[in-house]
């Protein structure tokens, strides 16, 4: 009997719990929900997006409104049409009852700046994808010039290291790589401004001092980038201090295992 009375009490609890959610369900949908919590996670001093920003993208989009109920929100259209701004990484919209609804975004992170033959402009993320510019934020990266033939809708990095018909015409990766080293070395981000692309495939670097231009060569692997930017900071570190920053008017890093250095030409 009393085993009975207890089944029948937790069952009674049970629905009770149950018709409890329910009812605090309905009152959540049919709440007015506002302007959601934005948090917008960035790398570093870049930020392509502020939280007022993307909500004011997401009202011009017609997303979120005055007077929109939890139930008239979609949140899976919201994350869709943020994940397809090209400056975010990933995005969860999430709602929880009894609180505000939140959209939590992580910006991709800048390492170059690229301009085209084309007039366009964009920048390389640090996993290899194109960004879009945006006019309201710069950053604060090496800026990548010339001969390039990369178009703003190319493919992406990964993808061309991935096709052996892409990594023959295409300049997206080299430039990768060189903008890569140059940005998460110190020494290097202080001291290379910008990478230009030369019609004979050489890639030079304009240096923040000193008069010299840098002759790279080319870029086509990761160890070739390394060896080269080593044997740069050697001369930068040992080299230059003697002889006097304005000294030499090229420093060439296209020969293996040597630097070739050229005095500017007397008039």
Known sequence: MKKGLKIAF???????????????????????????????????????????????????EGLIYDGQTYEQLDTEEIEKYIRNISQVKSVEVFTRIGSEWKVDVNLREPIARVFNVFGESFYLDKDGYIVETSNRHTARVPVVTGEIKDR?????????????SLISIQKLDDIYRISSYVCYDPVLRSLVSQIQ?????????????????????????????????????????????????????????????????????AE
């Open 152 to 164: 703003i809708d190319a493919a992406s990095v990964p993808e061309i290291i991935n096709n052996d």
């Open 10 to 60: 937790w069952v009674l609890f049970s629905a009770g719990v149950i018709a409890l959610i329910a009812m605090v369900q309905q009152h959540q949908l049919a709440t007015v929900a506002g302007d959601p919590e934005a948090i917008i996670h960035k790398v570093g001093e870049d930020v392509f997006i502020t939280d007022e920003e993307l909500v004011s993208m997401l009202k011009a």
């Open 197 to 265: 692309l030369k019609k004979n495939g050489d890639f030079v670097l304009v240096p923040l001092v000193g008069s010299q231009k840098i002759v790279f060569g080319s870029a086509c692997s990761d160890k070739e980038v390394r060896e080269k930017f080593e044997k740069l900071k050697i001369f930068y570190r040992e080299g230059m201090p003697n002889v006097g920053w304005n000294t030499y008017s090229e420093i060439s890093l296209k020969y293996d295992n040597q630097i070739v250095c050229k005095k500017p030409s």
